[in-house]
C-alpha cells in the first residue's frame, strides 16, 4: 500500500515523546480531579480496538447489528438522496457497516451517464493506524474502482485537515452512537465542527442510540463474556505503554450502570485495593483508596426530537430519519441548507 492511501495527520510537528505528552495533559488533569475520570479516547490503541470489534459482535451488545440492520435497508435511500459524493467517516473502525453505503454509492458512481473522477471515493478516519491500514488494504482488495485515503488521527485533527477545500459534494458520517461519548457541550462543539467542515448542500449523517429499558442497557455494557471489561481496563495497559506507567489491571474491576436522570450509561473501573500507580513520563503519581472509582465513558441515549433540534442549532437540518422496528436506534441524516 502507498503512502497516498494511509496518512498520518496530527496537526503539530512534535517528537513522539513531545506529542504525547502534549496528550497526556488530559490524563494528568482527570487524575487529579476527584472524582477521578480518563479520556475515552484512550481506549484506542490497537489492542482497544481490536476489542471494541468483538464487542460489536457480543449477543447482549445490540447498537452495532441494530445499526447495521438500518444501514442494509435503507442505504439504497442513503445514496439516492444524496447522489454521489465524497464519503467521510469518522472512527471508522473496520469499516464493517460502511460497506453497506459503500455498495450503495458504488451503483450511484456506476449510474452515472458521464465519468466523473472520484465519484466513487471514501476517506476512513480513525487514531489506530493498526486497524485503518488493515480496513483500506481489506477495500481496495473489495471495490477496485474506490478512491480511498485513510486518515490517522483524532476527530478534530481530521475536520480541521479537511477544512472546507472539496470541490465535490461531501457527506461526513458518524456512526455507533460515538457521539453519546461526548457530553452536551462537547457534543455542540464537535457539531460545529462537522458542520464547519462542510459547505451548503453537504450532508451529515449520524447514528443514535435511543432511550430505552435499564436492563437492556446495562446487560450491553457488562457482557458475560467480560470483553466489555478487558476493553476498559485496556485503558490502563494503554497508559503504561503510551506514559511509562505501572498501573496493575489486576488492582481494578469494570463495572457500567445507566444513569436514568441523565440518560446515559456511565462506565467505570473501580481500585480494588489502596495504592499508588505512576505513569513516569508525565512525572505523575496518583493515590487510589479501595472503593475509589475513574470514569472511564459515558455513553448518552438519545431522544430523537432534542437531537434534531441539536443538529439545527449547529446549522445542521434534518433530512431524514430511520429507525429499526423497536425503535432501539436511528440514523439521521442533514445537511447544510441552501441558503
Known amino acids: 500500500m502507498t503512502v497516498k492511501h494511509l496518512k498520518i495527520i496530527h496537526q503539530h510537528n512534535s517528537s513522539v515523546n513531545q506529542t504525547f505528552e502534549k496528550d497526556g495533559h488530559d490524563v494528568i488533569q482527570g487524575l487529579t480531579e476527584n472524582p477521578k475520570s480518563l479520556p475515552s479516547k484512550y481506549f484506542y490503541d490497537d489492542r482497544g480496538s481490536e476489542l471494541f470489534e468483538q464487542i460489536c459482535d457480543l449477543p447482549e451488545y445490540y447498537p452495532t447489528r441494530t445499526e447495521a440492520s438500518i444501514l442494509k435497508e435503507y442505504a439504497d435511500q442513503i445514496a439516492t438522496i444524496t447522489g454521489s459524493c465524497e464519503l467521510v467517516e469518522l472512527g471508522s473502525g473496520s469499516s464493517t457497516k ?10 450511484v458512481a456506476n449510474s452515472l451517464l458521464e465519468v466523473i473522477p472520484d465519484a466513487f471515493s471514501y476517506i476512513p478516519i480513525d487514531v489506530s493506524g493498526g486497524i485503518l491500514k488493515t480496513t483500506v488494504l481489506h477495500l481496495q482488495q473489495k471495490y477496485p474502482d474506490l478512491n480511498v485515503e485513510g486518515l490517522i488521527g483524532t476527530y478534530e485533527e481530521a475536520l480541521v485537515y479537511l477544512g472546507k477545500n472539496h470541490l465535490r459534494s461531501r457527506m461526513i458520517f458518524f456512526l455507533g452512537s460515538s457521539i453519546g461519548n461526548f457530553n452536551e457541550a462537547e457534543s455542540n462543539d464537535f457539531l460545529g465542527k462537522v458542520s464547519h467542515s462542510l459547505t451548503q448542500g453537504d450532508y451529515f449523517l ?134
Open 206 to 339: 449520524l447514528g443514535i442510540d435511543l432511550q430505552k429499558p435499564k436492563d437492556i442497557l446495562e446487560a450491553a455494557y457488562n457482557d458475560s463474556q467480560e470483553v466489555t471489561a478487558a476493553f476498559n481496563l485496556n485503558m490502563l495497559a494503554h497508559l503504561n505503554w503510551r506514559f511509562q506507567g505501572n498501573f496493575d489491571l489486576n488492582l481494578f474491576k469494570h463495572q457500567a450502570i445507566y444513569n436514568e436522570i441523565d440518560h446515559q450509561i456511565e462506565m467505570y473501573l473501580h481500585a480494588q485495593v489502596n495504592h499508588q500507580a505512576s505513569l513516569d513520563i508525565l512525572d505523575l503519581k496518583v493515590q487510589f483508596q479501595s472503593g475509589e472509582r475513574i470514569l472511564t465513558e459515558i455513553s448518552r441515549k438519545f431522544n430523537l426530537e432534542k437531537v434534531q433540534a441539536q443538529l439545527r442549532s449547529q446549522g445542521l437540518e434534518t433530512v431524514k430519519i430511520w429507525t429499526d422496528p423497536q425503535q432501539w436506534f436511528g440514523l439521521v441524516l442533514c445537511q447544510v441548507p441552501h441558503h
Open 98 to 107: 460502511t460497506n453497506y453505503l459503500l455498495n450503495a454509492y458504488q451503483k
